[in-house]
């Protein structure tokens, strides 16, 4: 579904992105994990069109989009929620959720229903403003609003940053029926040992390179990666 070679990526001089190869297959999940700085944020930034690499190509289904605009790539099936949940903060959370789906109004209706039901919080807050939300909540309306779109491929950057353990467990519940319901995931998480556990395979980047892959059980047991990653 998703093909990305050799991808070098620099913001002015600082070399950010070195020769990263890697794919994801239709219904999978597929993890990035590494620690701060490694370049797991740019990688889904250059895929997103937010950033370019001077190398290489980004394939998506059958189609080249490394020169494709942000915008158009969400009438394509890629959706992105970035680190830091950009919601719409003085909007309320159904129009943050109505924009969502601005390249397919009519999905509107049953949108909204199917986001409410995975996340009943936003529906008892609908008319809040969605900056006075708690940073979970926030969390639940970016994902929401992506939805809204209809993703084949859903990108998600830290998804479970800065929440408490009982909404970590929700958010990775969710990703996981996501997926169960065919929705392809490429997800970037500083919580190794959650990520390794519900994904297919996973990729290690360090200092902007790739320096492992493999299954999501075989890093799991990985004594590198348990040293590194995983606290022993
Ligand atoms: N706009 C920018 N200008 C200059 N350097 C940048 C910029 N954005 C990121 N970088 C640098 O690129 C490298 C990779 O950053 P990136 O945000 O991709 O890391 P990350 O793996 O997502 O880290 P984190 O886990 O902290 O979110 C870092 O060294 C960072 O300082
Ligand atoms: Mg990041």
Do not use: C, W
Request: charged share 25%; no cysteine; aromatic share 6%.
């Amino acid at each position: 579904m998703l093909k990305v070679d050799n991808l070098n990526v620099y913001y002015g001089k600082i070399h950010a992105l070195k020769d990263i190869n890697f794919e994801v297959k239709e219904h999978e999940i597929v993890a990035l994990i590494g620690a701060n700085g490694a370049g797991k944020s740019t990688t889904l930034k250059t895929i997103s069109g937010m950033l370019r690499s001077s190398t290489g190509s980004i394939t998506f289904g059958n189609e080249d989009i490394s020169h494709i605009e942000s915008y158009k790539l969400i009438t394509k099936g890629l959706a992105h929620v970035p680190e830091g949940r950009r919601v719409f903060l003085q909007m309320t959370v159904e129009e943050n959720l109505e924009m969502g789906a601005y390249t397919n109004p009519r999905y509107i209706k049953e949108g909204l229903e199917d986001v409410y039901k995975r996340f009943p919080r936003l529906l008892h807050r609908r008319n809040q403003i969605a900056g006075t939300l708690s940073g979970g909540e926030q969390q639940m309306l970016a994902m929401g609003r992506a939805l809204m779109s209809q993703p084949k491929l859903l990108m998600l950057d830290e998804p479970s940053m800065g929440l408490a353990p009982i909404l970590v467990d929700q958010i990775f519940d969710i990703v996981k029926e996501l997926h169960e319901q065919g929705t392809t995931i490429l997800l970037v998480e500083q919580n190794a040992g959650k990520a390794l556990e519900i994904a297919d395979r996973a990729y290690v980047l360090e200092s902007g390179r790739i320096v492992l892959s493999g299954t999501g059980a075989e890093l799991a047991q990985s004594e590198e990666i348990k040293k590194a990653y995983l606290g022993g």
